[in-house]
């Protein structure tokens, strides 16, 4: 039995944390900068819900393969989230630089792609856990957030093919549109 639990205990020990904020939860409020279209903008979490749900997705560099298609995809769909009443915002530990090049080119000025410090990180629990040039990245992790603050739905995959569709879906079940 010592055995077992020992097993146990050391292969819970060892596993990944989940790395999301559950259905129902407060999603932490945030002030950052971002860049649409290469222009420099302030990104206040609880303003953009003032019009409606928010899609925050979380991405782990610009400039990379799944990061770039993911941006891409969000771009080719964003009128489909306005029309159901979403704001689309990306998100990652990218400086605002690199964000503001990212922004005019993967997102075709479409949405507001931010930089989320180490608090941003933490409150949604989306750390990755290793680094890209030097700094750490995040989870890809797709947010529905409601216009009450409160997460509607996640969906965490590495792989970036469907968070577009899951988010969209999530958002039209919220709003009825």
Not at 67 to 77: I, L
Not at 89 to 105: E, H
Not at 147 to 170: C, F, K, Q, Y
Request: charged share 20%.
């Amino acid at each position: 039995m010592r055995r077992l639990l020992a097993a146990v205990t050391a292969l819970t020990l060892a596993a990944p944390a989940a790395a999301t904020l559950a259905p129902g939860a407060k999603a932490p409020d945030f002030s950052t900068r971002g860049a649409i279209a290469g222009k420099v903008v302030p990104v206040r979490l609880s303003e953009q819900l003032k019009r409606g749900p928010v899609v925050l997705y979380f991405f782990p560099a610009a400039f990379t393969g799944g990061c770039n298609a993911e941006a891409r995809a969000f771009a080719e769909k964003v009128d489909a989230f306005r029309a159901a009443g979403a704001t689309v915002i990306g998100m990652s530990a990218d400086n605002v630089p690199d964000l503001q090049r990212f922004s005019s080119t993967e997102c075709a000025g479409k949405f507001a792609v931010a930089s989320a410090g180490p608090k941003v990180v933490a409150g949604y629990d989306v750390a990755l856990g290793k680094q890209i040039k030097g700094r750490q990245v995040t989870s890809r992790t797709s947010y529905v957030i409601g216009r009450d603050g409160r997460i509607a739905s996640v969906w965490s995959d590495m792989n970036p093919a469907e968070h577009v569709t899951r988010s969209l879906d999530a958002v039209r079940r919220l709003t009825g549109r």
